[in-house]
């Protein structure tokens, strides 16, 4: 396939893979797969610190030693970005078929609790209502006179 026929959000991840080589060293590791790496490029976008990690600009042996001052920051965007590519992988994995199937059974169980609700509404308000009329008519059950 020719360059020119490339979508051109495909062209731009070439370029984007061509300024970080260690990309490819991950792929042909078997570590991580081109479309995962497209998808995640897509997603989080080329200013996303986790491509730090494969730039050609820093060495990998120079950017674990930069990070000394800011130890807990980095721990955090660490954690932060495992946690977002826990979900990106657990997003890739879902049948979204699945996914609508167990939304409709959601959709149609919270209209049944509504409609039973509504019902339950309805019936305690004629019941206060009928309870009223009925007091209304009825006679005290204890009735004092005086002597």
Partial sequence: MSK?????????????????????????QG????????????????????WDAYSSEKPKQAHETDNTDTTNTTEDSVTNQAFINN???????????K?????NNLHDALGAVQQLITQ??????????????TSERRPHPFS???D
């Fill in 4 to 28: 020119g026929k490339l979508h051109p959000s495909v062209q731009q991840f070439k370029q984007f893979v061509k300024n970080h080589p260690e990309m490819i060293q991950e792929v042909r």
């Fill in 31 to 50: 570590k991580t797969s081109w479309q995962e790496l497209y998808e995640e490029w897509y997603l989080l976008g080329e200013e996303d610190p986790k």
């Fill in 87 to 97: 979900i990106l992988n657990s997003l890739k994995k879902m049948d979204m078929n």
């Fill in 99 to 103: 996914v609508q199937y167990y939304m």
């Fill in 120 to 133: 339950f509404q309805s019936n305690e308000g004629s019941n206060r209502e009928n309870h009223a009329e």
């Fill in 144 to 146: 004092f006179r005086k």
